[in-house]
């Protein structure tokens, strides 16, 4: 099938459950050849990942994922972008509110969708070291976090922890980063 065939344009759709942070949208779309589809569409407005570790630690937490069915989600520090936040306030926000810390040194990472059937969900990485306490961070009340300092020199057991896709990406981009420092 050429990419002709596979271009398609919008004609319609509405939005039919509209909550705090996701949206749930059903989409008309028409192909070249006439065909018409409805997708349901869960609309986000992405998150960033934090991919963190000091010299001997990762930084990871530990959190109760209710739509899993797990109490304890080992996962990278993350949060959604909020209205008008890019990228790195995001970041530097979520690192202080879920592990009380800052970071003196940021790259980004690369970011991915997280589920391109059904969400426009888009993830962004980035890496944040040379870690210090944050004095002025303040959890987010109502969240149940556990801040894990997992063994840097144990990167394969963190990912065998873990189910979580941003944890999962992220570990897995680190450990290369680090075989291509070696």
Do not use: N
Not at 19 to 47: L, N, Q
């Amino acid at each position: 099938m050429s990419h002709r065939e596979r271009e398609f344009e919008r004609i319609g759709g509405e939005t039919v459950y509209d909550g705090s942070f996701v949206s749930v949208e059903v989409g008309r779309f028409r192909y070249p050849d006439g065909d018409e589809v409805e997708r349901v569409i869960v609309r986000h407005p992405g998150a960033v990942g934090i991919v963190c570790h000091d010299d001997e630690h990762l930084i990871l937490t530990r959190q109760p994922r209710e739509a899993i069915g797990a109490p304890d989600s080992l996962e990278l520090p993350a949060g959604k972008l909020e209205e008008g936040e890019d990228v790195m306030t995001t970041a530097k926000r979520e690192l202080a509110e879920e592990v009380g810390l800052a970071a003196d040194e940021w790259k980004v990472m690369p970011s991915y969708y997280s589920s391109v059937g059904m969400t426009d969900e888009i993830v962004y990485l980035v890496y944040a070291t040379a870690l210090r306490e944050d004095p002025d961070a303040e959890p987010d009340p109502g969240e149940r976090i556990e801040v894990v300092r997992w063994p840097l020199a144990d990167l394969d057991g963190a990912l065998a922890a873990t189910k979580d896709a941003k944890t999962i990406i992220g570990l897995m981009l680190l450990r290369e980063m680090r075989r291509g420092a070696e």
